[in-house]
């Protein structure tokens, strides 16, 4: 059983910050990429960040220069520092991650329940 706890969603000014987190628990082997996913009213989910477990990271072209993924190996867990928010970053956010769990013979991927991010004019 593995799974994903998300967490620092909430209402925010534009031009404010917000740090997400996202927790994964259960019977893990290893945890290869990490990522984060949003969704917004009416549009399809896009990818935001992704960090593998390197440390390569990748990120949407709208976010880039604002938000910052990285990860805690140690704490299998994977943040998102959003600064400069825009109303446009308004969605809910899911956490994703390519887990192979202990007896299994592939990755998978899990994701987090979402949590809201809202951001004001």
């Known amino acids: 059983q593995v799974q994903l706890v998300e967490s620092g969603g909430g209402l925010v000014q534009a031009g404010g910050s917000l740090r997400l987190s996202c927790a994964a628990s259960g019977s893990i082997f290893s945890i290869n990429a990490m990522g984060w996913y949003r969704q917004a009213p009416g549009k399809q989910r896009e990818l935001v960040a992704a960090i593998t477990s390197g440390g390569s990271t990748n990120y949407a072209d709208s976010v880039k220069g604002r938000f910052t993924i990285s990860r805690d190996n140690a704490k299998n867990t994977v943040y998102l520092q959003m600064n400069s928010l825009k109303p446009e970053d308004t969605a809910v956010y899911y956490c994703?991650?390519?887990?192979?769990?202990?007896?299994?013979?592939?990755?998978?991927?899990?994701w987090g329940q979402g949590t809201q991010v809202t951001v004001s004019s």
């Open positions: 994703n991650a390519e887990v192979l769990g202990v007896g299994a013979t592939y990755e998978y991927d899990y």
